[in-house]
């Protein structure tokens, strides 16, 4: 069957549920990009919305379902969950469930640290009679299996229930999976069209990202049959990259302690024939499953963030060989953002405000070159790196896209106007800010 790699979202989810026989669903998800379109084109296909900590609620995308539409939040998580509440401030027809004392980021594994509570919520919408489904779903026979770019996994018999990716929640939907399939003919869906595996990719193959990682490796120096471990490996698009720069001559180890990114990265190296050339595995980067001076270099990109910074650092170098190389980039909330388009200065300056969420203990800022030094690193190098994007309409134009949805209505349809006089004239791009630092072990 024809991946419809030219399709949109909603239309591969559509053509999903063709393949399944279902008319109309239940879904829960996260990400908005994930569910924004199909409740645009196709609304009456969704009998009710579940969001789970959503990094967006945009009302006016929202309003054709709000009427069977739950949002679960959680208190806390900086500007994207003040978004959100102040979004479903404009819906009144819709829920909301508040976790209380619960912390919201992208990797937030929310169904797990929260089990009873999201199915309390989750199944008293589903349960309501306005929102009711027959059971049954006339499935082709296979509990498994790939339409248009989204892979499924079929369990458990009664009303449809899709579940959309989670971001990066490491066990996804897996504490709720048994409960769900007891009453629900639940439908998991995957790949790399959908959730954070579409981010990671799509940064994987822009050319500001591949250049922000190649003067990290060029730094890195690396030379041929040298040792590779990237920790915190995402979808793998690094380390595929990293395969296809040098032709194979370096055996990589990609750690991840997610296992749903795990499934997802392997099966991309595998669609490209690279798996053999990449050994995926499950790792805490603050607890690398390596025994010491295991490779002669180990780089991360965008996971100190997410951890304790200085046990994942002193883990790297712990598996490092005397004499290897560590290689990390981080984001750099300490530096502004930058919009390439023709906005007036104030509302521009909303827009360039660096953000994103930060584990208390986590590292995005300037202190990484501080810290590769306490370490005991020698011969280290540190820079700033921007890393620019000039799609406005793909998955990476996601965090764009929220940042001008929390502007006022004025603000954003003046904003919306400014990137459309920017794509028109070629000049637009938005650019996120690094800090890379590369040090020697010392012998």
Known sequence: MSTGSDLPIEERIVRLLQHLGIQRAHFAGRTASDWRGLVGAHPEVIASLTLLCPDATPPDALRAVAPRLLTVMGDRGGTSVERVRRAMGDLPEAGVV???????????????????????????????????????????????????????????????????????????????????????????????????????????????????????????????????????????ALDRWLVRRTAGANPVTAADVSPYLLREAEALAVGEGLDEKISFGEGNAEELPFADDSFDVAISVTVMEEVNADRMLAEMVRVTRPGGRVAVIVRAIDMPWWFNIPLRAEVKAKLDVPGGNVEPEGCADASLYRRFRQVGLVNVKGFPVMAAYDDARGPMARFFRNDIESLSREEAEEAWAAVGQAEAEGTFFFAWPHHCAVGTKPN
Do not use: M, N
């Open 98 to 236: 508040t976790l209380d004392d619960y912390s919201v980021a992208a990797w937030s594994d929310v169904v797990a640290d929260r089990t009873e509570e999201v199915e309390a919520a989750l199944v008293g919408l589903l349960e309501q009679p306005a929102h009711s489904l027959q059971p049954g779903v006339a499935s082709p026979g296979e509990d498994h299996g790939e339409v248009a770019g989204i892979s499924y996994r079929i369990r458990g018999s009664g009303p449809p229930l899709v579940l959309l990716p989670l971001a990066l929640a490491p066990s996804q939907w897996d504490s709720l999976l048994p409960k769900l399939s007891e009453r629900y003919c639940t439908i998991t869906l995957g790949g790399a069209e959908l959730g954070f595996v579409a981010i990671l990719e799509a940064r994987g193959r822009s050319a500001g990202y591949l250049r922000t990682a190649g003067s990290l490796l060029d730094e890195v120096k690396l030379q041929p049959g040298e040792s590779v471990l990237d920790v915190g490996c995402g979808s793998g």
